[in-house]
Structures are given as C-alpha cells and as structure tokens.
C-alpha cells in the first residue's frame, strides 16, 4: 500500500517528477471501487519518527479493512491511504494541508498532524474546505475554534490531567498504603506539557488535596539537571510530575536522580506524554533507570490489541505500539465507519455521518465511545496510564484496558 | 527621468506576477504565490540593512515574530482589524529595530551578526513563557473583509504583491538617495564614511529603525495567512535563516536579489517537499541544501551580480573602443601645470597646539605644533612610522587626542566625531583606497557630496563639478573597479573635494603612482591650490613634494623637527639623519 513500493525507483521516476504524481492520481481517482482517505504527518525533519510510525498503523488499518472487504456500504471500495508529509514547520504543515485540499481534491477525510501547532495551522485549510480531519493531538485549542470539520480522538490536555490525577493517587494509596499529599512538577516550556502543568497548578492540584511544594519549568533541551534534582532531593514530594518532550531531557533528570539517590522510584515520577515512553528511550537510558517510572498518555496499544501489537512488532520491527500506531490505526477505522453511515465518498457527507455517528464503544481508543460532540471532542475519551515494567512500557491503567499490574515503587 | 526608468521593471515584474497567479486556480499554488512575495519583502527587509551596509544581522526573525503575534494577539484580545494591526505592527517593529539597533551598533562584523542572533531567541522564550506557544487567529465568519480573511486566496497574493512594490520601491528610492549612499558608504568602510561627513550611527539606526519596521508589517501580513501564530514558527533560527538565504541567493545590496532569491527559492523548496519528499521523505533538505552551495560556489554574491557581470562582460567589448580616446583627451585639456605664487602668509584655517597621542607606552605623536594658513600647500614628512598618519587621524577625529588641541577658525575642535569635522570643512582621502567597486566613479564622488547638499540633484552637481575638477569626467560613468591607480587616486580626490571642504587632508595621494601618473595628480593638486584650496599632503618621497609644497613640517618619531620653505628642510642635517641615518650627514653637506 505504500506509495514508495508503487512507483519503481529510477532515475527517470525522480525526474518524472510533478507530472507523474498528479497524472497517477487522477488515473486512481477515476476507479470508482477506491475511496481516498488522507494522512498528514510529519514524515521528514525532527519529528519524522512519530510521524512514521502514525503512517504504520494507518497502513495496517487501511489493509485490514480492504482485507475484510472494505467498505460495504460503497459496494466493497477499497480504502486508499494517501500519504503527505507535515514536515517540521508550522508553515510547512499548512503548505502540505493546502496541497492536499487542492491537488487531492476526492480525499473524504484525513488525519494528522501530530504536533497540536502543526494541527491547528492543517484543520485552518481543511475547515475551509471542508475536509473532516481525526486527530490525536491534545490541545483544547483545537476544538475551541467553532470548527465543524475537526475531530479529536483523545482527551483533551485540560481532561487528561482532570482523569489523571484520583487515578494516580488511587494506585498509590492501594499500593503503598498512604495517600500522598505533596508534589513537585518539573516541566519543559512546550505547549503540551505547559498546557498540562497549567491545570495542576490552577486548581486539579488543589481538588485533589495535593500540595505544589517544588514548581520548575525549564528550555529543553537541559544542559544540566542537578539543580532541578537538588530542590527535589530538599523538598521530598511524595510524587514528581516530570514533563519532557526531548528525550535527553528525560535521560538527563532521571540519570541524575539515580545519582542523587532519589531513582529507581524512591520519587515515583510520573509523566505525560509519550516522549518518556517511546522506543528512543532505550537508546539512550537503561531500562533500570526506567523502571516503575508512569505516564500518562492519551492512548496507548492495550488489553484487546494483542495481535495488533503483535503484527507491528514483526512487520515494522516495533518493540511497542505507542498512541501514534494505535491512535492512527482507530483513525482509519472511524472514516470507515463513517464511509458506512455516510453511503457516498463525499467528504461533506462523511464529515456529516462522524458528527452524527454513535457507533458504540470505542475498540482502539481508550474507553468512552465513537461519537462526538457538538465541539468534535470524542464523547467519553478516557486515557491510559503506561508502566515501564522490565524495559517496556506497559498499560496498566485503566483497570479493562490492563496488559499488566501496576507496582507502586516500594521507598 | 532617471526614477521613472527604474520604477518601470518593478511595476512591470508585479504586473506580470499578478497576471499570472490570477490566472491560478489551484489554492496549493496560490498559497505557494503568496508566500513568495513575503518572504521576498521580508530579504528585502533584511537587505536594506544587512545588504546594503554590510552589518549582517542574524536576527531578523525578532522582527518579524513582533509584527506577527501584534497582528494575531491584536485580534485577539482587542478585536482589532488586521488592516489596522500590519501598520501597527510595522510601527513596533520600528520601536524594537531602535530599541535593538542602539546597543548593537556597538559592535562591529561578526560580534554584531552574534548578537542579532540573541534577539528573536530570547523573544521566543519570552514568548513561550508568556503562554503563546500556540495562538490562531479568530475566524470571521460576519466580517470576513474587515479582518483581512478572504475567501479567494488570490487577494492574498495581491495583498501580497502590493507590500512588495512598495518596498522594491522604497528601497529603489532609498538605494538612490543619500540614505542608500551613506549606508553603501558604511559597508565599504565605515571609518571613511565618518570622514566623508556621514554620521554613520544616525545612518544605521534609521536603516535598522525602517528595517525592521517592514520586517514586521510582513510578520504580520504572514501571520495572517498562516492563521496560526508560534513562536517557532516566527521566531525561530529558520525564519532569521530564511532571509539570508534568499538575499544571499538572489544577491547582496541590490534590490532585485531578495525577489529573484525568493521567486526561484521558495517553490522550488515547496515542488521539492511535495514531489521528491513523497518518495523519499528528507530529500528535499539535501537537494535544496545542495543547490544553494553551488550557487554560493558559482556565484558568491549571488545570482544577480553574477547574471550582470555576465552580461557586462557580453557589451564590454564595445565599449572602450570609444571610451578611451576622450579619456585622454580630457585628461590632456584640463591639466596643464603652471606656475603658482607661493602663499603661506594668509589667514591662519587650522591650528595645532601641543597636540600627543599615546599608544600605551607608544607616543604616537608628541607635543606637535603647527599652522596651516590660507590657500597654503603644507606637506608633512617624515620617514616610515613618523606619526604622519596618527597626526591626520587626530586632525579628522578618528583618533582623540590625549593632550593638546586642534583649532579650526579659532575654535577647537579636538575630540569632535569625523563626519562633525567633516561638516566644519576638513575633507581627506586615505592611503589605502577604499573605492566603491561596483559604483559608477560618479556615485562614488556622490557619497562625498552629501555633506554640502541639502538635495540629491545638488548633490549629484557637486560631484560632477568635483569630477571635471579632478579630470575624470569622460569617465564618469564607468565603475570604479575597472579603473588604473591614478583614477582611483584622482576619484578619491574628487570625493573629498565634492563636500567642498575648505581644508584638505591628502594621505600619501601619491603613492603607487608611476612618474608621469605622479605628475598628472600633482597638477590637479596644484590646480585645485590655484582655486583658493588649503591643502595638507602627507607624503614620505621628497621629490614630487619639493615642487608641490610651499611649505614642510617634518615629523620623526612622532615630533616636529622642523619646519620651513623646501629648499631649507632638505638642506637641514636632521631631516637627512631622520631619513637616511646619521653617517649621510656629512656627505649631505659636500
């Protein structure tokens, strides 16, 4: 299904150029027992190893719903991934929006963009064009416009931390037997993370009786961790709510609490996001380091993916499946159904059948169910809370979604 | 006459430009349209203070970033029109290129690129801990038109191209005008432009002030066709980067290379990242990388100047078939040598008292006195390492003194800035020419003009006047870089003269010349003596200055020695001793 193995790689394709690509896209489009869906991802620059691994699980879904004869409702038409790349600007990512509304013009829905910026600049194009867009990006900001044409699959970022937080405390009470009371939150300035952190602060802390006793934000990426850690080692919070998005910055902080004592879960540190549990971390940080340590994450591969994790394990040589594989992977499968509902390939009808759909609980993405609401939040979208558990990150969170039990990290 | 022919191809590559996205129907490529002309107004932006005075600035994106989140937070938080914002932007970018450019200007070449490149960085982080890390801009769904939101994409290019003739425009009108000249000045060097009268500060904040100004009017317009605003996204390294790359690529100092940049730069990034980046996702960094390292290889100052060379190279050979006959012609009718009575007694213009300068331990000049009196010809000699050249950079302010005083009309003058002594009357030429090389002889003498004239056209008479003056007017029109030593000598002449200084300061005018060469200068020299001129001529050979001069002041280690009539310094023992050493002392005297 990929574009690359379509299209031999030869000189004369490289200098074929434009032509080609617009020439082969017209010939697909005239076969009518195709529908087209899109994926905008960052495929090249910094964040091109995301964005690769949101197109594996598209490209697995896509082939397993033609596998199971596509969609019926469109007498059996297969689905058609069209892959464009976001690359790694804001700008970048709304040329690629532009060209896909423009040049891709039977697209009858997409996904993207990873990067919540890169998100907000796409669905600016596709709203205009009417193109629905699913997207597993976090920020609130992306459903708050009044835009009919966007989709959010995930928890917002405000609702993730509102989720998170009795549920963390839950396991610790259950498995240290006390409830904690202070914390520490040490963060990057990136949107995500400050968007999260800025919860917690303004009242989620509170509501849940906790107390801020130590509150850093720092630049990714550090240069130097052992201040951060020496006001942690001062204060004692019973948790510490660690937000990097750069995978240095994680290795950084966690090497130096193991070096000041403070590792290995004598501070459980819990997380959000995906960059303290994603395949890279290994690379660089000893899966000792990494045990007990949590996060939360929007979603994560779960109880009931298990030959889904299997089949991206031996086919992209993926250790795990992330909330990019999975996320990506339910994508395709809720244009399908909406394809279903909608009965034609047209992207206003298919954007009309996803805000109209109730298509019952959700199968890939954490609890809750395939509806949206009037904003395009997914009604009910509950999140997962990942484990590293002897090197792999594992869903320990919700209790359904379990593959295994949580350890609380014995002091 | 002159304006109207440049106007002509800017209107005409608009016109032609709107043409053709008009006829686009595909809102990828008009998206692609649009986002030539900004980026080619934000090099032009860039060029008109990095271009054109050689500053480079590694910060742009402070700028731009400015005018970007004025015109979303604008809207956001005051509901203000976007077509009201984009002025305001450019009206605080205006602030901020002030703001920034003061302090900066403190440095010099690469600490002053280094510290451009600190701005748009910790604006970011400012901006990122303010909480704009991501902002859109409100959707105006009962007002579109108001709020600058169109429906047909294609306005937004037009939008577009009407910001970018105006600044084409701008930076024509400013490249021809004194501004242009002073900053061209600068580039070449900054220390010459100070002595021809410039006040180079004043100069620099105002192109940083304008610069920035547009810098951020395109901010905004950009933010309004992005829709989204953050701060990466404004104020990142690639933004700063992008301005370089299309000036850089189109060409330096000129107002076509920022357009030609950015026409051929900008999509072909974009036909890459679509067509090659589907296949092999990256590829279109390395390739678009690649092309710009061997334009940088091929065309080191970009395409423009490369594509004009060419070209001159191409009717070159016509030309001096005609050019040089008149050349010596004129060079033939307007010098002829004659005598001219000695005047050393008139009215004292310049007095120096007890004037020293230390370098460290270094006395550079020591308690030197003199007078130089009306329409007099004063040479000041003395051998290698004198102090003659430290004395002339005390006397045009280059240099403060650290003890005694200068006094020109009776008013003292010491420790003023150049280009205020430039004012005062002094004008002076340098040892080491610094000629404008891609100027015609005749803007080159313009820059010099700038001090006298209140108006272009009177500045362009003075320096047509100061270049018959020096003979070189069949030659006006060619560029410097194609001129032999003795033009070049006789065109900074010109360019001291075209400020009609009343006091010349001539460092070592002669050197490098061949015998005849030297005697052509003398007697333009002589000539200009003759028109009521006070010259001052440094000078280590004698014998051209024994003819010239009506009087020596002879300097060794940096001290007078002596002073007096010709015939009396080259007979007196010390001076014989200073130049050739102590055993020429006694067959000086047989």
Known sequence: MRTTSKIRITRRTLLAGASGTLIASRAWAQQPSEVKVGLLVPISGIYARPGTVMRQGAEMAVEHINAQGGVKALGGAKLKLVVLDSGDTTEKAKNAAQRMVAQESDLVAASGAYLSSFTLAVTEVTERANLPVLTLSYSDLITDRGFKYVFQTSATAASQARQALPQIIKLAETASGKRPKTVAILTDNTAASIASA??????????????????????????????????????????????????????????????????????????????????????????????????????????????????????????????????????????????????????????EALRTMDAGPSKYYPLGEIKFDQKGRRVGAGMTIVQWQSGVPVTVFPPELALAKPFWPKS | MLRMRSFLPPLLFTIAYAALSLGVTNSYYQLILTLVPVWAVFGLSWNLLSGYTGLISFGHAAFFGIGAYATALGQIYFDISPWLLIPIAAVLGGIAGLLIGFPTFRLQGHYFALAMLAYPLAILYVFEWLGFQEVTLPIKRDAPIAYMQFADPRIYTLLGLAIMLATIVLTQFIERSRFGMALLAIKQNEAAAEAAGINTLAWKLRAITLSGAIAAAIGGFYAQVLLVVTPQSVFGMLVSAQALTVAMFGGVGTVWGPVIGSVILIPLAEILHAEAGARFPGIQGVIFGFAIVCVILLAPEGLFWKLRDLLRKRIAPKAPASDLPETSAANVTTLKPAPRQRAATGEV?????????????????????????????????????????????????????????????????????????????????????????????????????????????EARKLAADAVARVGLSAVADRVAGELSTKELRLMELARAIAGQPRILLLDETLAGLGHGEADEVVAVIQQLARDGMTIAIIEHTMQAMVRLVDRFVVLDHGAVITEGLPEVVTRDNRVIEAYLGKKWVGHAAN
């Open chain 1, 198 to 351: 800025k919860s917690m602060r303004e009242g989620l802390l509170a509501e849940n009786q906790l107390q801020l006793i130590v509150d850093e934000t720092f630049t990714p990426p550090l240069a130097d961790a052992t201040s951060l850690v020496q006001k942690i080692r001062s204060a004692k919070p019973d948790l510490l709510f660690f937000l990097p998005t750069v995978i240095s910055d994680a290795k950084l902080l966690l090497e130096k609490m193991n070096e000041f004592g403070l590792g290995q879960g004598k501070v459980p540190t819990i997380s959000f996001g995906i960059a303290i549990a994603e395949p890279d971390m290994l690379q660089t940080v000893s899966p000792e380091l990494l045990q007990g340590v949590l996060t939360c994450v929007a979603s994560w591969g779960a109880k009931g993916h298990e030959a889904l994790i299997a089949e991206l394990k031996t086919r992209y040589k993926e250790p795990w499946m992330t909330q990019n594989a999975i996320s990506t992977y339910g994508d395709m499968w809720v244009i399908k159904d909406a394809l279903e509902k909608a009965g034609k390939a047209d992207r206003v009808a298919v954007g």
């Open chain 2, 349 to 457: 213009m310049l007095e120096v008292r007890n004037l020293s300068r230390s370098f460290g331990g270094l006395k550079a000049v020591q308690d030197v006195s003199f007078k130089l009196h009306q329409n007099e010809i004063l040479g000041i000699i003395g051998p290698n390492g004198a102090g003659k050249t430290t004395l002339f950079n005390l006397l045009n302010g280059f240099l403060k003194p650290s003890e005694g005083e200068v006094l020109i009309d009776g008013r003292n003058m010491s420790g003023q800035r150049p280009h205020v002594i430039c004012e005062a009357g002094i004008g002076r030429t340098f040892q080491v020419m610094r000629p404008f090389l891609r100027m015609s002889i005749l803007d080159n003498v313009v820059v010099g003009a700038y001090v006298r004239a209140r108006s272009d056209d």
